[in-house]
């Protein structure tokens, strides 16, 4: 909570009731770190409206470049297409591994 507090974040609301029905926040290294849209109301752009919008403002604060990122996972084809939408591209993979620091301890280096 304390963390989602303290980065920029931005979120779309109904005006009769205040609920909130899309938002994003960047991480703290400018990174797209979280983006929602509730159900009913996806595929209308309010993600890519969100996302645009937030980067357009913050991604100054993070350097002079104007360049963002989002970390997606490679079988995510809507966060994908979203990407795509507004400009991104892939510039990189990740591949993560697991080290089970205990089966390791006693090796010598």
Request: proline residues 3%; glycine residues 12%.
């Amino acid at each position: 909570r304390a963390t989602l507090l303290m980065v920029p974040s931005l979120a779309v609301r109904l005006g009769a009731t205040g609920e909130a029905v899309g938002w994003a926040f960047l991480g703290l290294d400018g990174t797209v770190m979280s983006l929602h849209v509730e159900e009913p109301y996806r595929r209308l752009g309010l993600g890519k409206a969100i996302v645009s919008k937030l980067m357009r403002e913050h991604l100054k604060d993070y350097g002079l470049d104007g360049l963002g990122a989002a970390d997606v996972w490679v079988e995510n084809k809507k966060s994908q297409g979203l990407c795509y939408a507004i400009g991104g591209k892939p510039n990189w993979i990740v591949s993560w591994g697991i080290l089970d620091l205990e089966s390791v301890q006693n090796i010598k280096l």
